[in-house]
Nanobody, 124 residues
Framework: QVHLVESGGGLGQAGGSLRLSCVLS????????MGWFRQAPGQAREFVAA????????AYAPSVKGRFIISRDNARNTLDLQMNGLKPEDTATYYC?????????????????WGQGTQVTVST
């Protein structure tokens, strides 16, 4: 059974940076494409970024492209999201997600395993 645990959320300032991490346990990390999603209060969960199994291909939502960087360390079973140039509209609960298979997707339904989420709040 796959288990995902996010960490690194908290309070950030507009223009500042935060780094989120997600550790996968229970099965080999290299079997999974990974993604980050977020959900703001009163809004639907939305795609943020995704990365394929080897870590060579990535995708970003237009709202974060050029500011956020998704990466993975297959030796440490860890997925990261470096968030730079934070904006108040980045405030949300951030979730990591795993999908078995080599490719990735921006679709929430593609991912079968989800973490509990970590809160990110960006102040002005």
């Amino acid at each position: 059974q796959v288990h995902l645990v996010e960490s690194g959320g908290g309070l950030g300032q507009a223009g500042g940076s935060l780094r989120l991490s997600c550790v996968l346990s229970g099965r080999p990390f290299t079997l999974y494409a990974m993604g980050w999603f977020r959900q703001a209060p009163g809004q639907a969960r939305e795609f943020v970024a995704a990365i394929n199994r080897p870590g060579h291909n990535t995708a970003y939502a237009p709202s974060v492209k050029g500011r956020f960087i998704i990466s993975r360390d297959n030796a440490r079973n860890t997925l990261d999201l470096q968030m730079n140039g934070l904006k108040p509209e980045d405030t949300a609960t951030y979730y990591c997600a795993a999908a078995s298979g080599s490719s990735y997707s921006t679709r929430e339904s593609f991912y079968g395993c989800w973490g509990q989420g970590t809160q990110v709040t960006v102040s002005t």
